[in-house]
């Protein structure tokens, strides 16, 4: 079984009687972790085959530049995008 005692005491004070009207009208505040702090709004995913070497050189590229794959990807399609270059 729990042993809530261990709980009780990390616990913050409760509020005094002429705190407490004053917190109840405040808005709560959400603590933030490190994911919520590191959220790049990428939220489609994308997956594809791709050949061993283009991988392994994407990779490597990447962990070089201290860079996630998909911003070397993303940086790519820009710079792609500014030289007009496709091919039919």
């Known amino acids: 079984m729990a042993d809530f005692k261990k709980l009780r005491r990390n616990l913050p004070a409760p509020p005094t009687a002429t705190e407490a009207p004053t917190n109840l009208k405040t808005p709560e505040l959400v ?38 794959m998909v911003e070397v990807l993303e940086q790519a399609f820009e710079a792609l995008k500014e030289r007009g270059i496709h091919k039919n």
């Open 31 to 68: 603590p933030m972790d490190g994911r919520s702090m590191r959220a790049t709004g990428r939220t489609h995913q994308l997956a594809t085959r791709v050949r061993v070497e283009f991988y392994d050189e994407l990779r490597l590229y990447a962990a070089q530049h201290r860079l996630k």
